[in-house]
């Protein structure tokens, strides 16, 4: 198996078309590979889809996994005993949850790749960090799910970590001016999940400039906008409110599953468009899986070298978005960049279209 | 002694509310349904084919006069209040226990989806509507539609003062029902989950009309595509009697064509469908091989040393196949599940006497590719207008 220390001295965001795909797709199609040895159930399917593993692989060849999977199967290409770490996550549609299962090696790999790719944001010193959620390890029962897994990873980069939400789940005024009050001459961290962003400094807070001041305040958010879907927000609006009420001019969206937790997409600076990065890519395809050119909206398709204890480097997502372009992004980073529309949606009709 | 009108009342809120009994098929059950039909005609069901396929049915005299059946030797009267406890994943199925229980004579509480399903308010608001009419006061008053979410108190109590309980839907539920008591001289109907598949004798199909082939598969797209391959009857397995690698291709070859044609896939639908096939590669012992036309069809050989089948579901288009020589070859599959099985090219004699030549457990409809889905009075085995109704002999 490869090594991802290989890959990982230089930016993620600085590979052309030609050199990525060369790396990505030789490291993947070794992973693959790993993957059909050591998982009797991956094997299983790729075996009785017929879909032979070749030399000379396209990405778009591989078998994917639906995502829903995860939560049919334990799936796992390592011993059980080796497993340190069980990340569930319920998404938001199921009842039933998602079970990943992480060696040492996976887990350790994850943050590495994690801190490479947020250097692009926050630089290579750790900075201040306020995280708009509360403390979850000030919850009982630790379990891990996978909203606990994000907070606790992502926290790792940064430092004197100030969680402003009580126990109560409101804003701790005091706790947030007594940081702003340390913090807010030089750079520091702005961390949470898109809607609680939206909910706890945005919709119905008394937290307005000037009184705290964000302005050397860098945001990041992820984990998806159905949460916002009433209030018909998308991004571009997000940013400008943002820019307006607390004057926060670094706002960086970010998409990720919990299946390929690491290689996360990020925003570039202010171009509004999720990128790959050298441990990740994607694809679009259509209600026939058929891939789509760059802007059709289809179904999004994932891969990761990341994934090594359990076989989720291709993934089958629920989401809808689109590719924009590739390398030629206004903000400078290199690789595909896309957009993503949200889940798809049950249509109404069922069946067919007529009846005799 | 229970009091059954305050126990009405809590249930209906409505004071009025008594059980009435009628005759089976008189007079104001069947123009109810006729008004029914004809005011649901009026909605805008265009997007949705079980409530057009309900509307038509509602006008179908083997539904409406089958009354002919019975026999003139007895009178028959509905059995009293029943109660119809429906499956909160299908949305029609509701209005036609309903209907049973309306057309056997009966006042009905019947407990409706929990789920919400556009096709279910239709329903209902269109009943409403036909029961604000002047003539439907005592219908009004003896039927009730109810909504809950598995509270097991309020059916005990609807359960204790019932004349016959109707139950659709999985083991779990109707064993979990089951646990709650029901009046001594009450009676209980079971509908339980079930399985069905095709027989298509490739020797009675001629490979030069293709007219014929173009109609088996239409006919064949609509049992298994219109409620997406999940109702009871829709087949998962196709029987190939008469091996003929040619036919069968093009058998799949046509219905692929209608599907494309008339099969609404969406991303949804496609992803759930491909999740449930990786499922069953996993799952199944018997894989052997695939086909896929596209999204549209998925087609599974599984091995030789096939047994039970009951579990080799399908879901939107999804199906396995296997040749056999004759159809004395099916008795092994045919188990308590089985439920209805459609066919190609066989004789009603010869499947009579397939039938009571092996004393099966299972099967209860073997009907032509093309009316699998079609619902009547005969269901699982039971005349239900018979069933919920009694028998008074006079002589």
Redesign the interface.
């Known amino acids: 198996m490869y090594n991802i220390d290989d890959i990982i001295k230089s930016n993620p965001f600085s590979y052309k078309k030609s050199n990525k795909k060369k790396i990505f797709n030789k490291y993947f199609s070794e992973l693959d590979k790993y993957h059909y040895k050591n998982c009797k ?1 991956y094997r ?2 790729v075996d ?3 879909t032979k593993i070749k030399k000379d692989d396209k990405l778009k060849d591989f078998t994917m ?2 995502i ?2 995860f939560k ?2 334990d799936l796992l290409s390592v011993d059980k005993g080796k497993i340190v770490k069980k990340v569930f996550s319920s998404g938001t549609s199921g009842q039933n949850l998602s079970k990943i299962f992480l060696d040492r090696i996976n887990s350790k790999n994850q943050m590495k790749v994690l801190s490479k790719i947020l250097e692009n944001i926050f630089g290579k010193e750790r900075l201040p960090m306020i995280i708009v959620d509360k403390d979850p390890r000030h919850n009982a029962k630790l379990d891990f799910n996978a909203k606990t897994a994000a907070i606790l990873g992502f926290s790792l980069f940064g430092k004197n970590h100030c969680y402003i939400l009580n126990n109560k789940e409101n804003v701790d005024i005091n706790l947030l001016k007594n940081f702003l009050k340390k913090y807010d001459s030089k750079k520091f961290i702005i961390f949470g999940f898109t809607g609680q962003i939206f909910k706890y400094l945005l919709k119905k807070s008394n937290i307005k400039y000037p009184s705290f001041n964000f302005k050397n305040g860098i945001l990041l958010h992820g984990g998806g906008w159905k949460k916002l879907e009433k209030f018909k927000i998308n991004n571009i609006e997000f940013k400008k409110k943002l820019n307006k009420k607390l004057k926060i001019r670094k706002v960086y969206n970010y998409y990720g599953l919990v299946e390929q937790t690491g290689s996360i997409f990020i925003e570039g600076k202010n171009c509004g468009y999720l990128h790959t990065s050298i441990f990740s890519d994607l694809l679009i395809r ?5 891939v789509l050119k760059n802007n059709e909206k ?2 999004i398709q994932l891969f990761s070298l990341l994934p090594t204890s359990y076989p989720g480097h291709n993934i ?1 997502t ?1 989401d ?1 978005g689109e590719i924009k372009g590739e390398d030629d992004c206004k903000c400078g980073l290199k690789g595909k960049y896309f957009l993503v529309h949200g889940r ?13 | 002694m229970l009091d059954k009108k305050k126990i009405l009342y809590k249930i209906t809120e409505n004071k009025n509310f008594s059980i009435k009994i009628f005759e089976p098929y008189n007079n104001k059950s069947v123009q109810f349904i006729k008004d029914f039909s004809n005011e649901l005609k009026k909605k805008n069901i265009k ?4 409530l ?2 309900l509307m ?1 049915w509602c006008t179908n005299k083997k539904i409406l006069e089958a009354k002919k059946n019975f026999s003139e030797n007895y009178i028959r009267l509905g059995r009293g209040l029943i109660f119809h406890i429906c499956p909160s994943n299908v949305p029609t199925n509701f209005v036609y226990s309903f209907f049973f229980g309306l057309l056997s004579g009966n006042s009905n509480i019947v407990k409706i989806p929990s789920k919400s399903f ?1 096709e279910k308010d239709i329903i209902l608001n269109t009943i409403n509507d036909v029961l604000k009419k002047k003539k439907y006061l005592s219908l009004k008053n003896s039927n009730f539609f109810i909504e809950y979410n598995q509270n097991i108190e309020t059916t005990k109590t609807i359960s204790s003062i019932c004349d016959a309980r109707v139950i659709w839907g999985g083991d779990n539920t109707i064993n979990t029902v089951r646990e709650t008591w029901i009046p001594e001289r009450s009676i209980e109907l079971t509908f339980s989950d079930r399985y069905s598949f095709s027989v298509i004798n490739l020797n009675k199909l001629d490979r030069n009309n293709l007219d014929e082939i173009k109609k088996l598969t239409k006919n064949f ?2 049992d298994s ?4 391959q999940s109702a009871c009857n829709s087949p998962h397995f196709i029987f190939w009697i008469g091996r003929n690698e040619r036919l069968k291709k093009s058998f799949w070859f046509e219905l692929n064509k209608i599907v494309n044609k ?10 759930d469908k ?2 449930h096939l ?2 069953n ?2 799952n199944q012992k018997n ?1 052997n ?2 086909k896929m036309f ?3 069809i998925y087609i599974i050989d599984p091995n030789k040393n096939l047994k039970n089948i009951e579990n080799m579901r399908g879901k939107s288009g999804t199906f396995f196949q296997k040749n056999i020589i004759n159809l004395d070859e099916l008795k092994k599959y045919i188990t308590k599940k089985c439920q209805t099985i459609t066919y190609y090219g066989l004789e009603k004699n010869e499947i009579k006497s397939f039938i009571l030549k092996n004393n099966l457990f299972g099967v209860d409809r073997v009907v032509p590719i093309g009316q699998g889905l079609e619902i009547g009075s005969i269901w699982d085995g039971y005349d239900i207008i018979k069933s919920l109704s009694r028998i008074i002999h006079v002589e």
């Open positions: 159930d299983k399917v009785n889809l017929g996994i639906p829903n999977l049919i199967f259509d209600k026939n899986f058929k289809g179904l089958l629920e809808i798809i949606k049950r249509s109404e009709v069922r069946g067919c279209s007529d009846v005799r | 997007k949705y084919p079980d057009i396929y038509f556009t797209f609509y595509y219109m409620m997406n008339k099969f609404i896939l969406d991303e949804k639908i496609a992803v491909y999740t990786i499922q590669t996993i894989f091989k695939l596209k999204n549209n």
